[in-house]
T-cell receptor
Framework: AQKITQTQPGMFVQEKEAVTLDCTYDTSDPSYGLFWYKQPSSGEMIFLIYQGSYDQQNATEGRYSLNFQKARKSANLVISASQLGDSAMYFCAMRGVQGAQKLVFGQGTRLTINP | GAVVSQHPSRVICKSGTSVKIECRSLDFQATTMFWYRQFPKQSLMLMATSNEGSKATYEQGVEKDKFLINHASLTLSTLTVTSAHPEDSSFYIC????????????FGPGTRLTVL
């Protein structure tokens, strides 16, 4: 079975600072994908970044980067130069080979950016 | 990017009535769609996988007779909550899978259901 763990229920960061949101996972699949989604108060799920288990380099998308440490089974999201609009819930999710495209989500982290 | 819509965005109904929620992929065809439920301050929980032209696959613990799913076309899946009760009040989100750069799921904006 696949499992995603996000141990930070809430994070508070000053505007313009960098923030790291933690995500650890557990799976027996040899191949898997890791996703990060942002959910603002409006409720929609916004795709941020993807890391494949066989990717050699850590994924980056603008201000978002993924610190992928395969041996430690962690896939932390790093947001650089945080902005007020980054305040939202952030979910880490995993898709495995056996899951038939299904996503398993972590508990989420509520990020609050303070001015 | 791929766009998924949901209708309605909000619905309030009386206990015992049935409610239908539509999920549409607007600019792509989706043979597979997913339905999630999210209670306040909780994560998304997968309810079922909707496959075009075949029966949906429900996750353990989800009542298939209560949550009817129909995926009649490549762009439309519907979730019907039958005989709704207050405990069914939740945020329902659909997603559609398409083979893109990351083979990711694209999510609809969600439907907030309140059962009185």
């Amino acid at each position: 079975a696949q499992k995603i763990t996000q141990t930070q229920p809430g994070m508070f960061v000053q505007e313009k600072e960098a923030v790291t949101l933690d995500c650890t996972y557990d799976t027996s699949d040899p191949s898997y994908g890791l996703f990060w989604y942002k959910q603002p108060s409006s409720g929609e799920m916004i795709f941020l970044i993807y890391q494949g288990s066989y990717d050699q380099q850590n994924a980056t998308e603008g201000r978002y980067s993924l610190n992928f440490q395969k041996a430690r089974k962690s896939a932390n999201l790093v947001i650089s130069a945080s902005q007020l609009g980054d305040s939202a819930m952030y979910f880490c999710a995993m898709r495995g080979v056996q899951g038939a495209q299904k996503l398993v989500f972590g508990q989420g982290t509520r990020l609050t950016i303070n001015p | 990017g791929a766009v998924v819509s949901q209708h309605p965005s909000r619905v309030i109904c009386k206990s015992g009535t049935s409610v239908k929620i539509e999920c549409r992929s607007l600019d792509f065809q989706a043979t597979t769609m997913f339905w999630y439920r999210q209670f306040p301050k909780q994560s998304l929980m997968l309810m079922a996988t909707s496959n075009e032209g075949s029966k949906a696959t429900y996750e353990q613990g989800v009542e298939k007779d209560k949550f009817l799913i129909n995926h009649a076309s490549l762009t439309l899946s519907t979730l019907t909550v039958t005989s709704a009760h207050p405990e069914d009040s939740s945020f329902y989100i659909c997603s559609a899978f398409t083979s893109g750069q990351y083979n990711e799921q694209f999510f609809g904006p969600g439907t907030r259901l309140t059962v009185l």
